[in-house]
């Protein structure tokens, strides 16, 4: 099978309907390698950057309301600076480049999940909110 590993998707394919930052950035730790109060903070296998993690609310209306926060992972060599809140909304609005979603059977449900990652988040680009998609309902998204 010619698939391997994490698969490129566009951010407009994830989140037609765009997502909001409802969480702050966090640098992910590495369970396994932390021990006796010694922690160690992941870093992607095939880059060995830092792994970072932030929660956002998908703003798809069709969402169901377990699926919408979910978490996105970003690679990065340092923290990632979330964008400027929007003046007038309680929420600020974000966009991930270069995404990648990568399936996995849920250990604790045995059903099919996703572990969304990028390697950047932004302001939405101007006028992106008109050219978005409808649909993506019922995704199952666990990080």
């Known amino acids: 099978m010619a698939i391997q590993g994490?698969?490129?998707i566009a951010f407009e394919h994830v989140f037609p309907h765009g997502c909001y930052l409802v969480g702050e950035v966090e640098q992910v730790k590495d369970f396994t390698a932390s021990t006796g109060g010694r922690t160690v903070f992941a870093k992607d296998k095939t880059t060995g950057e830092l792994v970072w993690?932030?929660?956002v609310m998908d703003a798809d209306p069709a969402a169901k309301l377990a699926q919408k926060t979910v978490a996105v992972k970003i690679i990065a060599p340092v923290q990632p600076v979330p964008p400027t809140p929007t003046p007038g909304l309680p929420i600020?609005?974000?966009e991930f480049e270069?995404?990648?979603v990568t399936p996995y059977?849920?250990?604790t449900t045995g059903r099919l999940a996703y572990s969304l990652r990028?390697?950047?988040m932004r302001a939405p680009r101007a006028g992106a909110a008109s050219t978005k998609q409808t649909g993506a309902a019922g995704k199952e998204v666990a990080a």
Do not use: C, N
Request: hydrophobic share 40%; proline share 17%; glycine share 6%.
């Open 6 to 8: 994490p698969i490129p």
């Open 53 to 55: 993690q932030v929660a």
């Open 92 to 94: 600020t609005p974000v």
């Open 98 to 100: 270069g995404m990648t």
């Open 105 to 107: 059977v849920h250990q």
């Open 118 to 120: 990028a390697r950047s």
